[in-house]
């Protein structure tokens, strides 16, 4: 045997595990036959003996396969009564049991195993009650056949190159012996390999998902207390405080290690299907293609292991009944090779999984054919279901549409069993499919076991949980602005957000209304909101009037969520926004399970129960329709580049700081006491990742950092090195006019400075501080910068401008700036230019026009030029290309931009 | 309480079956004891929007969380803001998923024999569905208490419509 160590070792633990559970069950059944617990253990114990015999078969393992199939028909007989349960019935099948699991021992050489004396038992059962089923001898025949040219199959391929390297020479003349003489050697190292699985056992532990709960629900009151201690520490002297602060970490720690024992990436199981779905195709010769996305969708770990099996059924149904073999597929004009495609992904507060098939689909017709024949339904039950409800059909237990029995799949167990264990998970699983085109089996996992980072936002007196997938940024407005800046359009409230019209719901009236929101509803609720807006405004003004003072001004403020649901964003309006947390979900109570607005509960810090909601069914209760997208640009040119939002905050006691958020990733709450010092430097461990910490006040002259317990780090986009600026304090994020001022106060590390709030803001410049704080990171990298290259940078944003400007004048560019398209083409006219680097939106002329003019001129065509935006999307990466940009890059990756533009130098400098 | 003495305590005998009783609009109802987890004096939920009426909230109890329903108006009571007195019956996880229901006050624990049980309900108004719950009357000295099946209160709220 070739195969994987790994799928080797996986399959002794799972056929150790269904042993372990037959044998009782087996012994249970003895015990009494009728009644429906009997009925249940069969079906328990046929569908474990049924998975043995699967994998056995497709791995190749013909003696185990050959027990099991005899074992699953005795099981079948007794599932449909023609066999009672007797002593030597289940003998013989503890025999079975006892054999596979002899056999399990030495896997390698189970093949050579004489069975003979199991097997003679097994059929002596069969053989007394004369009942040995018609179909089983051709079945057996089958199955040794494939499972032989499967084998050969495998030879043929695995004679080329071997793939464990070292062993390598053995590999080979093994598999050459093999050709002639099927029993193989014993290899010398045998021994030692079998050690190697049973040592491998001992590293990792199986928990039950129990104790695992019980840990967590217990880390979840250790929390509790922590809290509860953290309000009293206030009063506590410096001692207990130590003590307290020290609690605090060694939770948070453990808490963090709980989550992380649970949390693994679904790629973990999922890679093992390409290689399953390329040795069925052999198996069955048909052309089968799979495609694996969203490997790294992470999901808890007692979900997925117990995900294992359904979608291993699920994959080989696919190949098996889904795809046609070769030639039906070119009678119906499909491409000879099927494809499979398997999709995990996060969405609604769940984790979907998808799996795809191009094959023929499932014909109604024939479903509700066979489930007459076996009578599962009568015509009556059939003829009030619609096709969707008949194609569900197959979900039943005892269905199956398999032509003929293989140890692929077949017998009809596949699906129930399939249908019961993601059920027992808490999940859904349905399945579309037309007939002749392909079928979709689409689970959706809960989240039950799992914690979520969530928005925590408040109603009234009422916390709830946004799951952090959907929300895609906080805004909140004062003032004058609540009033100006949420508009009507048509009967819904709107707000302009950047170049898009936001759709606005009030999560207060959708919580308030049980009825899905009309027309007329959301108009109700625009007109209610406008005029207490109206009144305010009013009373403000006659305010104004009866004091005589133009200062009395409206102070009130509106915080919205800007939620993303599939492609659709729009803005939820809460009372107040408190912050993230990592809940642990838990499910609806099922009989508010028709509740579509929420999509669990969860218990928070105080011990109080906070509504998780559904993004999706908000969306949906509200009448947004979340399928269709709705795009109205409304860019307005005057306020378009002027502008930039930044996140105002201080380190030291002095100064005011601002970073453009762009450059920002998130920011992270630090306790200062985390902080390690190594080599005169300091880190801190975020998200399991050693991230330098930089203190403002060491690179730049200004007064040193106050120091709290409770400090935040300034997370940086695009950096290749992880690391945070240290701040004392946030102030505030804020819409300000960027003219940055470079003359008044210089210093290498502020980009310029510019009054905001009526105070004199830095600009420190993250990629210099960096640089100035762990020069290691950049050797090499000015090695390149020798260029003296000319540069025509176009961009409207003055902010912009100068950053990009500055960077590439560190690398030794002569850069000239343009504001926009037009100034551009004026300005290449005069300047010589070796590198053009432009923005793609713009005023007056955008750079997709511009490059249009550059490329259609004689004198520009081969000009190598890179687009510059702010956008990371594939699209207007696409857009950009097609228009005739060589390249494309992110404003705020400084590294990414300046290795292109040293590459089109490099590229410039030899052609010429 | 020795071992001993806490087996007679619990041992009623054939024909002797233990009722937790609590009061709603000054009428006397109870519920098999053995259905019940515990009572909680605490009432602070959490209030789900869209759910049917009777349907007060969630509350977290030491990490497990119930849903609160409001007895009083699954009786057709009006609604009542809650007081000291108020309470919360919690049932074992036995009777179903998680869940209690708000009394105005707890009563105490009666012992009653099965000759003290009536099960005919002929004597209830009818045609509100809501007589489908009483499990008996039990006739004691000096009231009468209404016997609930904590079961039935919970299936009467998976079949509730949502209301306004």
Known sequence: MDFDKSILDEFITEVKEHLSTVEDDLLNLEKGAGDSAFADTVNKVFRAVHTVKGTAGFLGLKTMAEVAHLAETILSMLRAGELKPDATLTDALLGAVDTIRGMLGDVEHSNEQDVSATMARLKAVLDAKGALPAQAPPTMEEILAEAKLAADAKLAEEEKPAPEAPAAPTTIVAAAVKHDAPPPPPKPDGPSDRRSVERGGGESVRIKVGVLNKLMQLAGELVLVRNQQLLAKEKSDQQLRGHIQRLNLVTTELQETIMATRMQPIGNILGKFPRVVRDLGKKLEKNVELEITGNEVELDNTILEALNDPLTHLVRNCCDHGIEAPEKRAESGKPEMGKILLRAYHGNGQVNIEITDDGKGIDPKFIRRKVLEKGLKTEADLSALNDDQITSLILLPGFSTAEKLSDVSGRGVGMDVVKTSIEKLGGTLDIESRAGVGTTIRMRMPLTLAIIPSLIVTIGDFRYAIPQTNVEELACLYDDDVRNKIESAGAREVYRLRDQLLPMVRLEEVLKRKDKFTETTNSEIMENHRQIQEKKYTETLNKQIAGGNADVKLTQSLNFVVLRVNTVSFGLIVDRVIGTEEIVVKPMHPALKNLYCYAGVTVMGDGNVALILDAQGVAKHAGIDIDEKIETAVKDQTTMGDYQTVLLFKSGEAEQFAVALPMVKRIETISPVRVEKIGGKEYITIDGVSTLVIRIENHLKVSPCVNKDEMYLLLPKHYKNPYGVLMSSLIDTTETSIELNTDTYKEDGILGTSIIRDKMTLFPDLNTLVEMAEPAWFVGEKVIAVSKARILLVEDSPFYRQLVKKYLETRGYDVSTAENGQDALEKLKHIETDVLISDLQMPVMDGLQLIKHVRNNQRWKNLPTVALTGLNSETSRLKAEEAGFDRYALKADKERLLETVAELVASREAAA | ?164
Not at chain 2, 4 to 14: T, V, W
Not at chain 2, 19 to 27: D, E, K, L, P, Q
Request: negative net charge; charged residues 30%; proline residues 4%.
């Open chain 2, 1 to 164: 309480m020795t071992d001993e003495a806490r087996k007679n305590a619990f041992s009623l005998g054939d024909n002797k079956v233990q009722y937790c009783t609590f009061w709603i609009s000054n009428r006397l109802f109870g519920v098999d004891i053995l259905d019940v987890k515990e009572i909680f004096p605490e009432v602070v939920v959490t209030p789900v929007f869209h759910a049917p009426k009777e349907v007060r909230g969630y509350v977290n109890i030491r990490g497990q969380i119930y849903l609160i329903l409001d007895l009083r108006l699954i009786l057709s009571q009006d609604e009542k803001p809650v007081d000291d007195d108020s309470c919360l019956v919690l049932f074992k996880n036995s009777i179903g998923e998680p869940f209690g229901v708000l009394v105005d006050k707890i009563g105490d624990v009666v012992l009653a024999g099965f000759d003290q049980l009536e099960k005919r309900k002929n004597h209830l108004p009818e045609g509100d569905g809501k007589e489908d719950f009483i499990e008996c009357i039990c006739k004691m000295d000096k009231a009468l208490l209404t016997v609930l099946n904590a079961v039935k209160i919970l299936q009467y709220i998976y079949s509730a419509k949502e209301e306004g």
